[in-house]
């Protein structure tokens, strides 16, 4: 209770929220617009995360030959970047396997293991909470906040509930995200296009430079006159409401901090992209607007980290417009039957098309000395390599992008078998200059990104 005469006016209460609570998506809304300082010792370097579900048609996936690259039928797409592209063979994501007498949840603990290395826990009795561990791209989201209006980005082609049960006792949360904050907290990811458009750049309509600018006053007006009117606030409430206080005045801190940077970076250009109207109806278009957002989200810095998800595991998306009219999980039950895995093959590549598609106009966009490409480390694969018999070993990984200089492309290489998945993420860790001495079931890092 305030114990004063003076009375906070409910439109500024209404206005006070509006700047820190809805605009933690809004109110960083001018993303970064200036030049990415680079420098030829210290570039810029970005992560990304791209997921498939339900395995791999692998005899179609896996080079036959290790050295220089050779692309196999799925692989093909990635011809206009392969040189950009080391694809890693005999990697596994063994902590997706069941433990003694836990019985089914193959596909939830794949996923959920893919960027933690740490083994999903099954519901039991009263016992409902959820843990995995830490995943990868929030190691470096902590690291690189400061120097970013948005500490990561997750996106998704499929809504998921991250509440209740989904698979043999498995929370539905280890099927809807990549990304874990901690061993109990999973990041939900956004699926609408408009959402992470206002989630990027706010209400405004369009990238075009002067209705950011428009934004980015209208917001540090909005956000002073909070201020003050809270600092004033402060003065007459008791210890406890203060207390009560102290969480909402961070959350106003952090927007002037994004604000802040978003100031210093209002003279970069970006291409105009006009707020997607929601949703498109054709998968393609979907994924394309999707991937579109997150290159803008790079090539504005405005995060340096972003995870993918193509789909949940156990998806069961059709794909008419490439001639698969069954569902993507029962196709993925292939028992080696030629016509089922040929169809599995065909949404392997398909999903792969997209993604080329998407380096290459990484490729193509200017950053620093070279392009965003040359500066990005972007994992792709799945959990599970062989989907008929749930295998999550000898995974089907590729790394795209040339880290800085750091990654030497157009190779495949095999690392010995039972490699852990996540020596590679510790390993794009330290290029990416983020110490981390474990993740998960880590044994060490992997020496074979660069041939040098």
């Not at 250009?269 to 109207?277: D, N, R």
């Not at 278009?285 to 972003?306: E, G, I, K, S, W």
């Not at 029962?330 to 093959?345: G, I, N, T």
């Amino acid at each position: 209770m305030v114990i004063t005469k003076k009375c906070l006016s409910r439109r500024t209460v209404l206005r006070g929220l509006g700047a820190t609570i809805a605009l933690p998506l809004l109110d960083g809304m001018v993303p970064a617009f200036a030049a990415i300082r680079t420098t030829a010792a210290r570039p810029v370097k970005r992560l990304g995360a791209v997921y498939v579900p339900n395995g791999m048609s692998m005899a179609r996936w896996l080079p036959a030959t290790e050295g220089s690259l050779e692309l196999t039928p799925i692989l093909s797409p990635l011809a206009p970047v392969q040189d950009r592209v080391l694809v890693l063979s005999g990697m596994d994501n063994t902590e997706a396997r069941q433990l003694l007498n836990e019985g089914d949840g193959d596909h939830s603990r794949c996923q959920a293991a893919f960027l933690t290395g740490a083994h999903a826990r099954k519901a039991s009795g009263k016992n409902t909470t959820l843990h995995v561990g830490v995943s990868m791209d929030q190691l470096a989201a902590q690291e690189l906040r400061a120097d970013t209006q948005l500490a990561s980005l997750e996106l998704s082609l499929e809504a998921n509930e991250l509440v209740g049960q989904c698979e043999d006792g498995y929370g539905c949360a280890y099927s809807a995200t990549l990304s874990w904050r901690d061993a109990n907290t999973p990041l939900p990811m956004e699926t609408n296009p408009r959402a992470v458009f206002e989630h990027l750049f706010g209400a405004v309509g369009s990238t075009e430079s002067e209705a950011r600018l428009r934004a980015l006053r209208r917001d540090r007006s909005i956000l002073d006159s909070v201020s003050e009117e809270l600092t004033d606030l402060q003065r007459v409430l008791g210890r406890g409401d203060r207390s009560k206080l102290a969480g909402y005045l961070d959350s106003v801190r952090d927007i002037e901090r994004r604000i802040q940077i978003a100031e210093t970076q209002s003279d970069r250009e970006l291409p105009e992209v006009v707020q997607p109207a929601g949703i498109p109806a054709d998968f393609e278009d979907y994924a394309n607007v999707m991937f579109d957002l997150m290159l803008v989200a790079y090539q504005a810095d405005l995060t340096r980290v972003c995870t993918f998800l193509f789909g949940r595991e156990k998806n069961v998306r059709t794909y008419p417009e490439i001639g698969v009219a069954e569902p993507h999980h029962p196709v993925s039950h292939h028992r080696q039957r030629p016509e089922q895995l040929e169809k599995l093959a065909k949404i392997n590549t398909f999903h792969m098309q997209i993604f080329g598609r998407f380096l290459e106009k990484l490729g193509s966009t200017a950053d620093g000395d070279g392009s965003l490409l040359d500066q990005s480390m972007i994992i792709y694969g799945a959990g599970m390599s062989n989907s008929n018999a749930h295998e999550p070993t000898d995974l089907p990984i590729v790394l795209a992008g040339g880290g800085a200089g750091l990654v030497t492309g157009g190779r495949h290489v095999r690392l010995p078998a039972g490699t852990p998945l996540a020596n590679l993420h510790l390993t794009v860790l330290d290029k990416m200059g983020i110490p981390a001495e474990r993740l998960g079931n880590s044994t060490g890092e992997v020496a074979v990104l660069s041939d040098v």
